[in-house]
Nanobody, 125 residues
Framework: QVQLVESGGGLVQAGGSLRLSCAAS????????MGWFHQAPGKEREFVAA????????YYADSVKGRFTISRDNAKNTVYLQMNSLKPEDTAVYYC??????????????????WGQGTQVTVSS
C-alpha cells in the first residue's frame, strides 16, 4: 500500500508560480512512477506530468510544456511540480498519483493505483 499526501496549492494571480509537493510512504520510493493530474469542475481528470522512478525521465501534457517542471527527490520520498506562468485555465484540483514500477500509457489515469487527496490551485485573472 502506498500513501500520498499533497501540499502547496493555493491562490495565485495569472503569471505567478506555485510548487506542489507530494510525499509518499509505504513503498520504496524509487520503485514508483509518479504522476500529477488535475481536474476542473465538470471536467474529466487530465494528465499533467509524470516522472519515472528508475531513469527520472519526465513526461508532460502539451498544455504545460515549457511552464511546468516535474522532479523527484528519492532521499525525501517526494515528488514536486513547479508551475510557472500560471494561467486561469490551470485552475483545478491537482492530484498526485503513483504506480509501482511502470505501466503504459503513462498519461492514463487508469494506469495509476494510488492517489492523494488533492490540492486546490486557483489562478485569478
Amino acid at each position: 500500500q502506498v500513501q500520498l499526501v499533497e501540499s502547496g496549492g493555493g491562490l495565485v494571480q495569472a503569471g505567478g508560480s506555485l510548487r506542489l509537493s507530494c510525499a509518499a510512504s509505504g513503498r520504496t520510493f524509487s520503485s514508483l512512477t509518479m504522476g500529477w493530474f488535475h481536474q476542473a469542475p465538470g471536467k474529466e481528470r487530465e494528465f499533467v506530468a509524470a516522472i519515472s522512478g528508475s531513469s527520472g525521465r519526465a513526461y508532460y501534457a502539451d498544455s504545460v510544456k515549457g511552464r511546468f517542471t516535474i522532479s523527484r527527490d528519492n532521499a525525501k520520498n517526494t515528488v514536486y511540480l513547479q508551475m510557472n506562468s500560471l494561467k486561469p485555465e490551470d485552475t483545478a484540483v491537482y492530484y498526485c498519483a503513483a504506480v509501482i514500477w511502470a505501466r503504459t500509457p503513462i498519461n492514463g489515469h487508469g494506469t495509476y493505483d494510488y492517489w492523494g487527496q488533492g490540492t486546490q490551485v486557483t489562478v485569478s485573472s
